[in-house]
């Protein structure tokens, strides 16, 4: 397995940027830049750009909606040449409360928006002349004398694409049409709740899974024994109470659809009940330590060890570690700690 984190907006971005910085010393494969309702990813891709050397860099991820397809192409070939071609494109639909609620566009048809806009950008990445009409986007729109263009900048076709998806219909055009899947919620027990529907889409395009570079993410933290692991563990379930009840909007939770997909379906539902009535303590309570333990990379260092080689044998390729911790030493402590254990178990 390669490794890889994901960093977030943040006020201290001298102490964001040491710990980019470490993490590459480290033998870190990949760092993601995250977008969500915070910074915006490509301005801190171009800062880390200009920063690192061997790193790779990625947008995980950039919203469909926020910009025209067109623009993330610009933003992924200029991020190309800024870090002599050390960069992966992220793309994701995002979900209804950020892009409604937020950006004011509407989300809908996320699927058919999602497959035009991966292939604009992958005529801009080519160097072509773009020419599209679709259910989303029209490129050129008419007008009098309005001709096809082809960006100046030069083209780049092999600037990977990644697909942050988890509904069955998304992840199957993930497996139809990306270079490799940005997934979370992962339970490598339950990993056929994703690989059934990648694998159909990659049968559709005449793919293996070998085709697709598969990266998956979880907290790591190392707990000394079995009671600072409880500890550990119960101070996570309100985290994922506010993912099973709280994500999304009052209709549409795809962090509450995949655990239900993966045997809590159950929990998942009464847990967003109790979130949305607003009793946030009541969520909490009944999230399990098997939903945290299963979800996460947390545990004592054999745990985590024997984590990891589970991970790696359902077939994750590029693993997404967030390292816990207060401070830039601490979170840097875990990673490197992982990072052993990732390099030791091949």
Known sequence: MRTATT??????????????????????????????????????LGFLAARTDRIRLGSGIIQLGTRTPVAIAQAALTLAQ?????????????????????????????????????????????????????????VPLAGE??????????????????????????????????DGWLGTSFVPEGSAAYFTHLDAGLAKSGRTRRDLDVCQ???????????????????????????????????????NDAYSRQGWAEVAAEVRERWQAGDRDGAAALVTDDMVLATTLIGTEAMVRERLRVWRDAGVDLVRMYPAGETVDAKLENLGRALDIVHDIG
């Open 145 to 178: 004398g309005i001709r096809p263009m082809r960006l100046s900048i030069a083209p780049n076709p092999d600037i990977p694409i990644y697909l942050a998806t988890l509904s069955p219909k998304m992840l199957e055009l993930t497996g139809e049409i990306a």
């Open 7 to 44: 960093i977030e907006a943040s006020s201290d971005w001298s102490g964001t940027l040491d710990f980019v910085l470490e993490a590459e010393k480290l033998g870190l494969d990949t760092c993601w830049v995250a977008e969500a309702w915070g910074s915006d990813a490509p301005s801190v």
């Open 217 to 255: 993410g979880a907290e790591v933290a190392f707990a000394a024994d079995e009671e600072a692991l409880r500890d550990m563990v119960a101070g996570r379930k309100k985290e994922l109470a506010f993912s099973l009840g709280g994500m999304g909007s009052a209709s549409v939770n795809f962090y």
């Open 82 to 138: 800024l870090s002599d071609g050390r960069f992966a494109l992220g793309l994701g639909a995002s979900g209804p409360q950020v892009m409604q609620g937020l950006h004011g566009v509407p989300f809908d048809r996320p699927l058919s928006r999602m497959r035009e806009t991966v292939q604009i950008i992958r005529e801009a990445f080519a160097g072509e002349k773009i020419s599209f009409a679709g259910k989303h986007f029209t």
